[in-house]
């Protein structure tokens, strides 16, 4: 497609939108180079994120740029793409998400300096969305987002928990420190799991850097905060059933995931390339087939808009601390990261995207306390 056709083609399609091409709103995309128009159009996500990365194009307000091209739903007015097409495929094809697959993730996003992560998040190092309803601030959103999941499944001092997914040890220094309980946590990333053993030391917390699959024994609460995400929809079944052989018959199961309201095989081409590899978001037909004969659904909350926040807050702290962060990074990734935290807030702020936490237990069990914690 010649350039002249492009621009056009592209142009019309921003009208749709809302968006002006070089126009003078903050969610106006602001154009460097006539070849972006066609690199739109013939690779989609791939081509956007990458152009963008390549200082081919500005917004003052990225976030309310990527809000309204979902809401008008663009991707839908395009051709297929290849690398969507491709990634379909594989994913189809290939379990992407197998253990000898799972530390890829860990060395591609999670090991990639925790003075990064320690800048942008709260001072728990929660990297899941936080829980704004009384919150005035990252922190506090993310102690409440913490104290809601350990009321929800009725922690009580001595239980024990495993928590498939682990991060950088929150959850488990929390729940040890203020409901004392025993947490074991399995994590993929190296630095994570470097981090978490000395954050949790002195605390009846034990930090495995093992793939969730190799969790063994019997615990009164299962619980992933995150993990889903990298559970990829052919093992959400072999997630349940191991959920379930590791949770005591009184216990209860306990998951926190982003959520898609369609049902997909991966992600976007530009997430899946640059920032989670072997990523797919689930769907609630996903979940809710996978999760048959294993558990009953005792509560499944939504708030998505709040992960809304909880990025816009990452970023503001990724901005201000990028002076310090330069010398480790360079522009190419600055730029990355900011489209990355950015997008993903216009994502959620358009409702493309969902955050759900999952109460479950065993069929046949009574049904747990946490019920009336569940409804408010």
Known sequence: M??????????????????TVNGEKPYDIQVHTDQFYSRVLDQTTLGLGESYMDKWWDCLALDQFIDKVIRANLLSKLKQ????TWNIIKAKIFNLQTARHAFIIGEKHYDIGNNLYQKMLDK???????YWDNANCLDTAQEAKL????RKINLKPGMTVAELGCGFGGFAQYAAQKYGVRVVGFTVSKEQARYAKKLCQGLPVDIRLEDYRKAKGQYDRVISIGLMEHVGYKNYRTYMKLANSLLKENGIAFIHTIGS????QSCNPWTAKYIFPNA??????????SMEEYFVVEDWHNFGEDYDKTLMAWWENFKNAWPELKSEYNDRFYRMWKYYLLGCAGGFRARDLQLWQIVMTKPGRTQPDC???CLK
């Open 2 to 19: 010649k350039n002249k056709e492009g621009k056009q083609a592209f142009s019309s399609l921003m009208q749709f939108a809302g968006i």
């Open 81 to 84: 793409d290849w690398a969507t």
């Open 124 to 130: 728990r190092m929660q990297y899941t969305c936080g």
């Open 147 to 150: 104290q809601m999941i350990c």
């Open 261 to 264: 309201n369609v049902s997909l």
């Open 280 to 289: 797919v978001v689930p769907s609630i037909a996903q979940l809710g087939k």
């Open 371 to 373: 019920r009336k914690i």
